[in-house]
């Protein structure tokens, strides 16, 4: 299934709130991902509430994340 985010807000802590084109909203946890190299400046609460969205969602430092991560790591919440 091709999946994209059609929208994203900030959730608080290391979250972030997606809508996906199938309609769905899920909230997802970025904290596993921030060990891995392109993400660790991100622990920086505040460079990463700093992120851009576009086709994807992206952050300054150059790191991006892939709709279908947060598609299979987000947990679905009303709309």
Request: hydrophobic letters at 40%.
């Amino acid at each position: 299934m091709y999946i994209q985010v059609t929208d994203v807000e900030y959730g608080g802590n290391y979250t972030l709130k997606c809508t996906f084109s199938d309609g769905s909203i899920k909230n997802v946890d970025m904290t596993p991902v921030l060990d891995a190299p392109a993400f660790r400046e991100l622990k920086d609460i505040d460079k990463f509430r700093q992120f851009g969205f576009d086709e994807t969602i992206f952050w300054s430092n150059g790191a991006d994340i892939a709709p279908e991560w947060l598609y299979a790591n987000g947990v679905s919440c009303p709309a």
